[in-house]
């Protein structure tokens, strides 16, 4: 098994910098995927590959990882950033997938 | 444009057993492995099951290992669940999801509930 914690929540006030982290060990050599959902919704991919955004994500929403963090941040926050946020690895090996426990972003 | 509706879902009494099955337009299935996912009411979210483009290969977490088969029918672009011996700890939105090469679940349906009632 492999564990993948997140803060509860995060709070950050509009045009502010949001900053999720995943704690894993060795993550930083593990291919790190970042998922937003909103209440009442389906999950949204929002990095993929630790640092790579599909079509249609805003340049504001980056990945990235080293040592035993993953990190996603979120620059000039908007309102409609709120929402829960999860880090996700799999492991192709044993063909299971992890996800981190979700972190609420709450805009302020 | 890729599509996933699940459906199946339902309440459910202990110890039966459930079939969800989860239909994919707007890609072409057979080429793609896929997953099931589930949240339990205000929980985050728990990986299930995985089966590859050919199903030859699959794998259900150790949560429901034992009472998980996860199987698909690639002529009729269709995934399915099932899940035994269902318990209060099976309560859940259960969602399936593309696998995108890489690891990552790049789409997912809109879920189907599944409440358990003793």
């Known amino acids: 098994s492999y564990v993948l914690t997140q803060a509860p929540s995060v709070s950050v006030a509009p045009g502010k910098t949001a900053t999720i982290t995943c704690g894993g060990n060795?993550?930083?050599?593990?291919?790190v995927h970042w998922y937003q959902q909103k209440p009442g919704q389906a999950p949204v991919q929002v990095i993929h590959s630790t640092t790579d955004r599909p079509l249609g994500i805003p340049e504001r929403i980056s990945g990235s990882s080293s040592g035993n963090t993953a990190t996603l941040t979120i620059t000039r926050v908007e309102a409609g950033d709120e929402a829960d946020y999860y880090c996700?690895?799999?492991?192709?090996?044993?063909?299971?997938?992890?996800f981190g426990g979700g972190t609420k972003l709450t805009v302020l | 444009q890729v599509q996933l509706v699940e459906s199946g879902g339902g309440v459910v009494q202990p110890e039966t057993s459930l079939t969800l099955s989860c239909v994919a337009s707007g890609f072409t299935f057979a080429l793609f492995s896929m997953h099931w996912v589930r949240q339990a009411p205000g929980k985050g979210l728990e990986w299930v099951a995985f089966?590859?483009?050919?199903?030859?290969?699959?794998s259900c977490a150790d949560s429901v290992r034992g009472r998980c088969t996860i199987s698909r029918d690639n002529f009729r672009n269709t995934l399915f669940l099932q899940m035994n011996s269902l318990g209060s700890e099976d309560t859940a939105v259960y969602y399936c999801?593309?696998?995108?090469?890489?690891?990552?679940?790049?789409?997912w349906g809109q879920g189907t509930l599944v409440t358990f009632s003793s």
């Open positions: 996700q690895v799999w492991d192709a090996v044993i063909a299971f997938g992890f």
């Open positions: 060795n993550i930083g050599i593990k291919s």
């Open positions: 999801a593309r696998h995108r090469e890489g690891g990552s679940f790049d789409y």
């Open positions: 089966i590859s483009s050919n199903g030859n290969t699959d």
